[in-house]
């Protein structure tokens, strides 16, 4: 596709429950980023991978939290015992290299009553 | 730790005023600055960067410049359009090697032109 494609847009679970959020990056851009934005806040950094590898997850915020991108393209989010705090929208972006332009998707909305 | 401060908001603006939106950064190194802007319903976007002390960012009208002495990159743009209206955020990386897409996001400035 043409940009980062995030699945899906809106997540609403229950707290306690396990999620997967889904990012589709750009074709060809070896690295993917994800970030968590809270309401009224600017995106957090999350996790960041260059190629299959995680080359840096200090900012997964517990244990809880853990990513993958098993074959160098799409990474998938994981999200295990969500509680309230979680409800955020999750962002991706990739870029051709770690250059700092980064391409955003619109995100996941995630909802945890 | 490094930090951005970004003017609070929202702003609101007639079409063609002067735009001016502050920012402001603590960086334990010498960071690399950028602007990125969110419009209704799309991803978060690069709007502008600068890399060293001094350097001017620009595109699309807006301008920015890296100002060491004062640890600011406002943004500014001389004459608004409606179609400017969007969510702006100030970000640093503190670059070199893999860190260079980790950014540290301001909080964001809403901006709303009118006719």
């Known amino acids: 596709g043409a940009g980062v494609s995030q699945t899906p847009s809106n997540k609403v679970t229950e707290k306690g429950k396990y999620v997967e959020l889904r990012c589709d990056p750009i074709?060809?851009?070896?690295?993917l980023y994800w970030y968590r934005q809270s309401l009224g806040q600017g995106p957090e950094f999350l996790i960041y991978?260059?190629?299959?590898?995680?080359?840096?997850d200090s900012g997964l915020p517990n244990d809880r939290f853990f990513a993958v991108r098993p074959e160098g393209s799409v990474s998938t989010l994981k999200i295990q015992r969500t509680e309230r705090g979680d409800s955020a929208v999750y962002l991706c972006?990739?870029?051709?290299?770690?250059?700092?332009?980064?391409?955003f998707g619109e995100g996941s909305r995630l909802t945890v009553l | 730790g490094n930090s951005v401060t970004q003017m609070e908001g929202p702003v609101t603006l007639s079409e063609e005023a002067f735009l001016t939106i502050n920012c402001t950064y603590t960086a334990t190194g010498y960071p690399s600055l950028f602007w990125y802007v969110q419009y209704p319903g799309e991803g978060l976007q690069l709007l502008l960067k600068a890399t060293k002390a001094d350097d001017k960012g620009s595109n699309k009208g807006f301008e920015a410049t890296y100002r060491k002495e004062t640890t600011s990159f406002h943004l500014e743009k001389g004459s608004v359009q409606v179609s400017d209206s969007a969510v702006y955020f100030c970000a640093l990386s503190l670059g070199g090697g893999t860190s260079y897409g980790k950014l540290t996001f301001g909080q964001g400035t809403i901006l709303t032109v009118h006719p």
């Open positions: 074709s060809g851009h070896t690295a």
């Open positions: 991978f260059q190629g299959t590898g995680a080359a840096d």
């Open positions: 972006a990739s870029s051709k290299a770690p250059t700092g332009e980064l391409f």
